[in-house]
């Protein structure tokens, strides 16, 4: 599952809100549907390269909950 933390927390929500919360419900449809995901972190291209790793630096200690990083659009 694609996700771009920088469209929430520009928004005033937490990055461990954002990350958590999707971690809790990919969990949950697992074990109700069987459906295993995984989740993709982007980042938004059109914000700099400081944007980017700032929202990476936030992350770390979720990162357990992160299989892979991209790059979006906004």
């Known amino acids: 599952i694609f996700f ?17 919360g999707l971690g809790r419900a990919l969990e949950r449809s697992e074990q109700t549907h069987g459906v295993s995901t995984q989740l993709i972190m982007c980042f938004l291209r059109d914000l700099s390269a400081e944007s980017a790793l700032g929202t990476l630096d936030a992350a770390k200690p979720y990162l357990h909950r992160i299989s892979a990083i991209g790059l979006d659009s906004a």
Request: hydrophobic content about 35%.
């Open 4 to 20: 771009d933390p920088q469209a929430h927390t520009a928004r005033g929500v937490p990055i461990g809100t954002v990350i958590e």
